[in-house]
């Protein structure tokens, strides 16, 4: 591709309203541009990557043996009303009506259509297992669409969907696409791990996260040092520790700590660390059916530790979905701000953390605005709790798969993989003649890939203060033909158009830069939209018969004779 | 792919609620199913020929020089409303709120969204010319979707733009673009007609349509016999007849013709020709800005001729739109019935059409109800009238080319080029810095191919009783491997899996069926399918190291060894 006849679209300066790297260059390389909030235009280099990465995707299913379907956009509102999904879902349902006043939604994802499509097409277990894929735009009405097409409102998504008689089946669709996922990664020359994952509002059990690794991730991912154990933060258990609480020491103390309210701040007064603290958080509790039961509960954690949500959302006597009490409600429970609030005295269940339960001697509000306790002891002053896993996992912890210590890296999250078990199924009816003749609900499978966020994710692991590094895989151009003052030059001239004929008869993508731009802009442009393999040739090397050949991940510089390039080319250059 | 784990879904009954052979076909050999009205989910078969579709599309366009990018399919309405189109367009431009209450539509075109990339992309001469496209799926609220595929709701459709300084500019990249599109459909395997045609209601001025030729398509073209003439019968010119008109004979006479309303009870009453007969429509008329003139005019055609309607619009004394006369206001205007009414005595400007003004002696309505008129002449019986082209050519008329007469065959239209000129660019003010840096609109091309509806339409072309007969670029597998009782048979089983290794590995797109059926199950499905090339494997031939091959378009059978079968694959199976 000439550039002169091509809609590069670079852009020097950084994009005053995008948040993230990855958006920022995906502006400034040309790749994008929005529409409107959540919605973005793929300029051809953009084009160029998604395609790729949707190739990669596909035959990299194919090969797992899924079979590739379509299905519309647009859907009948009847399927998700007859999922339930209709009413369960907010906003981000588009719901629409037709000219005839029908109601549709637009597709943000399709289990009521496959499942409808199956238990239509599918009559007997022979025809099972069965796993169905599609590439298609989806479109969910995100509140707050952000960071370019990392989390925009309509996006390129792979979804597949497995359908089984038993749970084994699944288990086995499961682990192949599993491999699948590994492989479609490994190819895209991305730094990812699969983790264990909560498996949300979708429904199911088990299911897997992929993450790309990047410091900007917005998922904390916890790995074992010691073994290939790896879980999103939200899911991965703390253990209790392992050495048994002290007796306590102290006598209860009250102290006075104005305007000391969060857990830093009493730490400071009183001169201890945070890991001496129990935080106390209130929220509401899980009613029987006559609503007789406490209102709320309290969470007690170490002060250096998280709350996690999705722990605390499972516990029994917590109410779903996870609702904070007001600063109302907590001084009308304890009297106090909740800056002052702790465990002693509650009049409410109080439930506590496995690392807050091991503190002897600590400080927690006193439940009077301004005032804590020093020399708390459970048991002693704290007669009624139980103990839980409610905190997110730190760096340091030991790791519940029982082998080695737990680090914390960020990940973005670009595929899931879920078993759904017969949540769909069930609901829609959809069953099949088993080999004892009987109707059998289907257990089903899900498995997701995104296929645009893979292109920001991979920027945001990607890249440097020049811009984009794109792996070979998934580069818009594997070479970049920069001449330097071609337009002033025959000699120049000629030796790119060879070179440019030579490269792309030998199947190469090349981008020809022959704008008439001084060197320099030719030189940033190429390296901001991160092409691997960059060949400039000057006047100094051309009497030597010879270009300079740049590296873009490396940086490393060498010279190739005009005989070598193509041979050179393809020893460097990544097959796909 | 082994039959035995895809999603075959052949039906043996033909479906209720198709109305055309190609949507009969679609559902029969397992393409696609409907969702809801003109919502289709494409199966595993009709996703393989899409796709193929979809790479010929996209490898001739790229070899054409157009650029691929991806627009949104949700646009917001400002565009629309910038461009008029938010205004004129009704109902089938699907409008939705989003969850912030602002407006949108659902992409039936992209002309609105890709104007304002370029005004805002482009702004030197320097980069222009560009030609741009996407493949893409569109949706349009048809009134009533039909047909299938063939007039769905939700298309998946090829439409490109091109960007131009000048006319001259537009003209090269149209003619590039009537290539390409030539291209495609030659190598899809398709016989198709690129004929002249009207531009409608995208605007512009010249445009060109390419039809698949089938004799159940929607559109009638006319084609000359003695040159490469082709338009829509919409758009063909029907010559004024070459010899003069003869002198009037008879006498005016006014003859009783009771219950004679249609030409051809007239005829048939008087026992004349329809070719001597002259009927008389009333449209209404185009208004001065007083409206002080006719509010009606008559349109007079020999009785075996149509209107033509896109004429008679664009004649400058007619309304625009077209719109005919109630009963009520031809009666007020006449003093009959419409079956009576005719050209002698009229009160409103009389448009005649050139076939028409050569009769002498003709007959017509007498403004009478139940009488017509015999022996009628022009000038001597209606004083004042003009001549124009008003009706649809007929197979046997002079060509309008100048050589040869034109022949009427059917076309389903599959592709449509326009030369936009600056219709989008004006309205959106998208404008470059030219030569002498003063700003300049752009004129603009579009480009569209319906992907989806290529599928139906090639159908609807190659077919027979036992279902479709792909062309080979675009069958859903290449060779059907048929082993008759496999599953009783060892031998049979080694041979067709040894078969099926050894096409796979030459790269051959082969469906096994490895069903569990009888050999006449396997036969209808692959013929209905319509897999152009078919290996039947059974025991007979087996004993003789031989298999059968038929080809499905011609029906050829021949006995092929073992041992040849790759080879004589790779004579026959066409290269895509």
Redesign the interface.
């Known amino acids: 591709m000439r550039s ?4 590069l ?1 670079t852009m020097k300066e950084n994009p005053a309203d995008a948040e993230v790297i990855s958006h920022k260059l995906m502006l400034r390389a040309g790749m994008v ?1 929005r ?2 909030s959540g ?6 280099t ?3 990557t ?2 790729k990465v949707e190739r990669i995707v596909r035959e990299e299913l194919d090969k797992a ?1 899924a ?10 509102a009847e399927l998700w009303q007859e999922s339930g999904r209709w009413e369960q879902m907010d ?2 349902l ?1 719901r ?4 005839h006043q ?1 109601d ?1 939604v ?1 597709g943000p994802t399709h289990e009521e ?1 496959i499942t ?2 199956i238990r ?3 009559t007997s277990y ?2 099972l297992p ?1 796993n ?1 894929y ?1 590439i298609q ?1 989806k ?1 969910r ?1 995100e ?1 707050r669409p952000r960071f370019g097409v990392m989390r925009a ?2 996006f390129l998504m792979k979804d597949a969907y497995s359908f089984h008689l038993s749970q084994d089946c699944l288990q086995k669709t499961y682990d192949v696409m599993y491999q699948a996922y590994s492989n479609i990664f490994t190819r895209l020359g991305l730094d990812f791990r699969a983790v264990l994952a909560d498996s949300g509002a979708i429904g199911g059990s088990v299911s897997h996260e992929f993450h790309v690794l990047a410091s900007s991730g917005e998922d904390a991912i916890a790995f074992s040092n010691g073994s290939d154990y790896a879980a999103n933060v939200e899911m991965a258990a703390a253990l209790p520790p392992q050495s048994e609480r002290a007796a306590p020491a102290e006598a209860l103390n009250k102290v006075s700590t104005p305007n000391a309210a969060s857990v830093d701040e009493v730490a400071t007064l009183l001169a201890i660390e945070p890991t001496s603290i129990a935080k106390t958080l209130f929220v509401r509790a899980e009613q029987d059916a006559e609503a007789t039961g406490p209102a709320f509960v309290a969470l007690v954690l170490r002060g250096d530790h998280q709350l996690n949500e999705v722990k605390a959302e499972k516990h029994p006597r917590v109410a779903q979905p996870l609702s904070f009490a007001t600063e109302a409600e907590v001084q009308q429970l304890t009297g106090a701000l909740p800056g002052s609030v702790g465990p002693v005295g509650l009049p409410i269940p109080v439930i506590v953390d496995h690392s807050a339960a091991a503190l002897a001697d600590f400080v927690c509000g006193a439940n009077e605005t301004g005032f804590h306790l020093t020399g708390a002891n459970w048991l002693r002053d704290v007669p009624e709790f139980e103990t839980a896993d409610l905190r997110n996992v730190v760096s340091g912890d030991a790791s519940p798969c029982g082998q080695g210590t737990l680090e914390i890296r960020r990940g973005i999250e670009v595929g899931h993989i879920f078993q759904l078990g017969d949540k769909y199924s069930q609901a829609m009816k959809a069953g099949v003649l088993n080999e004892d003749g009987k109707n059998q609900i289907l257990t089903m499978g899900c498995y997701g890939i995104g296929v645009s966020r893979i292109m920001a994710a991979a920027i945001e692991q990607n890249h440097d203060e020049h811009g984009i590094i794109w792996p070979d895989a998934i580069a818009p151009f594997q070479i970049a033909l920069i001449p330097m003052n071609m337009h002033k030059s025959v000699r120049i001239q000629q030796a790119a158009e060879q070179l440019y004929q030579q490269l792309t008869a030998a199947g190469f993508e090349v981008l020809f830069d022959d704008r008439k731009e001084r060197p320099g802009v030719m030189f940033a442009d190429m390296e901001l939209i991160g092409i691997p393999h960059q060949i400039v040739i000057g006047e100094r090397n051309l009497d030597q018969q010879q270009v300079e050949y740049k590296h873009r991940r490396s940086g490393e510089k060498s010279l190739l004779t005009l005989d070598a390039v193509v041979a050179e080319m393809q020893a460097r250059v990544q097959a796909v």
């Open positions: 002169s006849q091509y809609l679209s541009r529409l409107a919605l973005y235009t793929y300029l051809p953009g084009v160029r998604l395609r043996g079979i590739e379907v379509l299905m519309p956009m647009v859907q009948n906003a981000e588009l629409f009506q037709d000219r029908r549709f637009l259509v409808d499509l239509r097409e599918v022979k025809q069965l169905l599609q735009t479109f009405d509140r409102r309509e």
